[in-house]
């Protein structure tokens, strides 16, 4: 990891939703100055993609967190993974759509000057850290902006940001996003 000169390194956080997010944020704030970066064209439908980032919003106003959107690229992201269309879930497919959110979120914090990037997806049992955390430390090597590593699932931290979103009335969806995923 690179050195900063910040006294809380400045790191910017893919989030997916409002339910992942959660976690994640709460156990980095005190040693970081956390950002929220919502780049998600994988989700679908449009209303689906809506309703999370609003409650990404609602999270961010709520503590004063910074919150980025990228736009909403529904159709690079199909015409990126139409071949895959049959994967199963957690296989090629997804690692294709970890790389394509996770390159926007580097993409986006070297352009932004942040220290490091991050994502919440590691807080899901569905997401393979390992492939989430070489995708990152890859990006991280081609964009001159370090990765966070994570592993948001131990220690119990699928279940408290689950705890967290039904304290908070959040929406919790029952797929991943994407229209694949929908089966």
């Given at each position: ?101 996770l390159n926007k979120t580097a993409e986006t914090a070297k352009k932004m000057g942040f220290d490091i990037f991050g994502t919440s997806l590691t807080v ?30 131990k220690k119990d931290g699928f279940k408290k940001t689950m705890e967290l979103s039904k304290k908070m009335k959040l929406h919790r969806q029952d797929y ?8």
């Open positions: 990891m690179r050195k900063h000169s910040n006294p809380k390194p400045r790191v910017l956080l893919h989030v997916c939703c409002g339910t992942c997010a959660l976690y994640p944020y709460f156990r980095l704030k005190e040693d970081f100055d956390i950002t929220f970066f919502y780049y998600n064209p994988n989700i679908y439908p449009k209303k689906e993609y809506t309703r999370r980032l609003d409650d990404v919003k609602m999270i961010s106003k709520k503590n004063s967190i910074p919150l980025s959107a990228g736009k909403y690229e529904q159709k690079k992201w199909l015409r990126s993974t139409e071949d895959l269309k049959d994967e199963p879930e957690g296989g090629r497919r997804c690692s294709l759509c970890f790389r394509l959110r899901s049992p569905h997401k393979n850290h390992n492939i989430i955390n070489s995708i990152g430390s890859e990006l991280a090597d081609s964009w001159g902006v370090d990765f966070y590593q994570s592993d948001f699932k991943c996003g994407c229209i694949y995923s929908m089966k």
